[in-house]
């Protein structure tokens, strides 16, 4: 029988050297698995990882896709340290784009540089509002946040679809359900002329550079690292619990909030009735990805992108499902995460002995 | 120590495979035609037919074409990065084939404006960018009247993705179909939020069947549906394309979309210059939509089902023909007048016999 054995001594080098073998062993299984599928697999490879990269603009589109993926995943990673469990950061994202988005259409005829703060903040403020909500819940009646958080996401994707079925739907639009298209004033600048990258981007960096100054630099980070490793030693400390979990909500859910406005102001310039094809749940895959640390969840963003966007060139060259990327998103992490625990912890082949024999 | 040895295997087998293949080569003499799809090509709906249209395209024209599709696109900005990138990679012309894709489609068209783009159910045309949709509730009266003949209960569970103007034009005219034959029909509506879910259409027909429906329908794009008709013995419709082999007992038809004629039409206007923008609304006379053959039914219900597909057809029916009343009894077509495109095209109001109200 196998059994798993907590390693006396960690060595550092493979905890750094884990996931790149991870991905080296993904590699591996996707040479089978094209070769399985009749197709020649370094070509497939290239078309899968490298290709997109070789054009200006895959390059830009990779870094668009990866954007509200790093801003969410910043965020959670926060809370996940903590052991405050926000699952619902695609409720957070979709209330940022309602309450932003709203506050676009409210403002369409407005010609003012003032419309595009006004979005931003509104959009962070509606991602905040939604993920206090479990913060209250959990921190008065002690309900389950995992839980909570969820089905706020249902709450949140229910009441956009309503608005844009409803009274938000473009009046010139033979009742689709589409909001009307935003003025300029309300859209992100565009960065770079000809392609989709815009000021998102620059939102995300600046996240990730804030986030890993207060994890690594200040007395609350200290304080949500040892809240969620050595709870009982936090109390002892006199660390405020609640207090965490309010902060940690509410930075996971501005941070999504804004991802959400960041999305609809800069890449779609309309409310629709479903504004993400489910960031808020990959994101969770990407703070674990970059092992909750925020540099590591910019480098697991654009990896994560780097599967979508390969997928769709993988389908496009030469004709690969697009079942394809499910599969290698899974694949990644399945690796990474065998051996993070390998890394960790030690399989032992244990023959059934007898009890006596073994004394 | 065997694990090391076995994972040795594994590398050099790895390795053999990389070295017995090599980069293949790609001709570039072919017209590139790209498709975008919104659902899985396995979807035996709305995307199945779409694909059916596309290897019909390759069909016809043989190796003058090479066909490309992405499917499973995100409507959204997902689908505006593929379109460019089919777009930048030498494809000439484009099917976007959700209504989702039109702003996308439309930006992306900018962008590229020597690349010819169509696309499916949207109201929005550019110099580059031609768009179509089928008349899908021509088949949609004809199930109504087969429901009307069939139905026990007088009672239809009605299987509803998005309460956009296409699917309830679908709802009316079905309504409209069934009193047609039989005043008593009414229609209950439950809306999924989804075009394709299988699990949730599936549950949706359930409670359907269980509040006395015994004819189900749907705007959806699976056959989970008419599964459940067939497990729970009662009657049916295919979407899309002919679903009988998953319901041989209670498929009574199927609305068919036939995109094939119309995409190798326009991928040769396309070869041969003559390809312009355009708006087509095409429907049973064009061919773009079919019945599967009615089954299930006595023949007096399959002899009315053809008398009025042959109606339609030659011009004779059209399904929104006045009178016709919305459910709060007031009129809105005078009898005798034919609903206009404006009311076609926007519709968002149910007619007399549906329940529940529409959401808005």
């Known amino acids: 029988m196998f059994t798993l054995e907590r390693r006396v001594e960690q060595s550092k080098s493979w905890l750094v050297f884990s996931p790149i ?141 309503y608005l844009v079925h409803g009274p938000w739907r473009d009046p ?120 909750l640390n925020p540099v590591g969840v910019l480098f697991a963003g654009l990896i994560m992108a780097l599967t979508y966007i390969g997928g769709e060139n993988a389908q496009i060259e030469i004709g690969l499902p697009a079942a394809v990327t499910g599969l290698f998103q899974g694949i990644i992490l399945f690796y990474l995460l065998a051996c993070d625990v390998l890394a960790r912890y030690r399989l032992r082949y244990k023959p059934f002995l007898k009890a006596r024999d073994r004394e | 120590m065997k694990l090391k040895k076995s994972f040795g295997f594994i590398v050099m087998a790895v390795a053999m495979l990389g070295l017995s293949s090599t980069l293949s080569s790609v001709s570039h003499a072919e017209t590139k035609v790209g498709f975008v799809y919104v659902g899985p090509i396995g979807d035996h709906g709305w995307t199945y037919q779409h694909d059916r249209a596309r290897l019909a395209v390759e069909k016809a024209l043989g190796n003058k074409v090479k066909t490309t599709f992405v499917e499973s696109v995100k409507e959204g900005p997902d689908s505006e990065r593929v379109i460019r990138q089919l777009a930048s990679s030498g494809h000439e012309l484009i099917f976007t084939t959700s209504f989702g894709f039109m702003n996308p ?24 960018v031609g768009t179509y949709s089928a008349r899908f509730y021509e088949g949609r009266y004809i199930a109504g009247v087969i429901a009307g003949k069939v139905s026990k209960t007088n009672k239809i569970g009605y299987v509803a993705s998005f309460p956009i103007p296409e699917v309830v034009r679908g709802i009316n005219a079905f309504m409209l179909g069934a009193r047609s034959v039989n005043p008593k029909m009414s229609i209950s509506v439950v809306w999924v939020n989804s075009w394709y879910d299988p699990g949730k259409e599936g549950d949706a027909a359930k409670a359907l069947i269980d509040q006395g429906a015994d004819i189900i329908t749907q705007h959806t794009d699976s056959p989970a549906p008419l599964q459940v008709a067939e497990n729970r013995g009662v009657k049916g419709f295919g979407q899309a394309s002919d679903m009988i082999k998953f319901a041989p007992k209670a498929q009574l038809s199927a609305i068919v979309n036939n995109w094939g004629a119309y995409y190798v039409e326009r991928t040769k206007a396309m070869m041969n210059g003559s390809w312009k923008s355009q708006d087509v609304w095409y429907g049973l006379k064009e061919g773009m939509v079919e019945m599967a053959p009615y089954t299930n039914m006595p023949s007096n219900a399959a002899a009315l089902a053809k008398k009025t597909e042959e109606a339609i057809r030659s011009g004779d029916l059209h399904p929104f023909t006045g009178p016709i009343k919305d459910q709060s009894g007031k009129l809105v077509v005078e009898a005798g007048k034919i609903a206009d495109a404006g009311m076609l095209l926007g519709m968002n109001f149910y007619v007399e016999g549906v329940q529940g109200s529409l959401p808005k």
């Open chain 1, 21 to 161: 073998m991870a991905i080296a062993l993904t590699i591996l299984s996707g040479i089978i698995i094209f070769s399985v599928l009749d197709k020649d697999p370094w070509m497939s490879l290239y078309t899968f990882f490298i290709q997109p990269l070789t054009t200006g603009f895959g390059f830009t589109e990779l870094i668009v896709k990866a954007t509200p993926l790093i801003l969410i995943g910043v965020g959670l990673s926060i809370g996940f340290k903590a052991n405050v469990w926000n699952i619902g950061a695609e409720g957070q994202f979709t209330m940022g784009a309602i309450a932003g988005g709203g506050t676009a259409l409210f403002l369409n005829t407005q010609e003012s540089f003032l419309v595009l703060p006004a979005v931003l903040l509104m959009g962070i403020f509606g991602g905040i509002v939604w993920g206090m909500i479990p913060a209250f819940l959990k921190t008065k009646f002690n309900a389950n946040e995992i839980l909570t958080s969820l089905m706020l996401s249902y709450v949140a994707l229910l009441i956009l679809s």
């Open chain 1, 172 to 291: 010139g639009g033979y009742n689709f359900p589409e909001s009307e298209i935003f003025s300029d004033f309300a859209m992100l600048p565009i960065l770079l002329e000809g392609t989709r990258l815009n000021l998102g981007t620059v939102f995300a960096l600046l996240s990730v550079l804030i986030i890993y100054i207060l994890l690594s630099r200040t007395v609350l980070g200290y304080q949500f690292k040892v809240v969620g490793l050595a709870p009982a030693a936090a109390k002892h400390a006199g660390f405020d619990r609640a207090k965490l979990i309010w902060l940690s909500m509410i930075i996971s859910g501005g941070l999504a909030g804004l991802a959400g406005i960041s999305e609809v102001s800069g890449t779609i310039g309309q409310l629709l009735p479903s504004v993400s094809p489910g960031y808020g749940f990959t994101a969770i895959i990407v703070a674990f990805l970059g092992r």
């Open chain 2, 105 to 128: 489609t439309l930006k992306a068209a900018k962008k590229f404006g020597n690349v010819k783009f169509e696309h499916a159910t949207g109201y929005k045309q550019a110099k580059n």
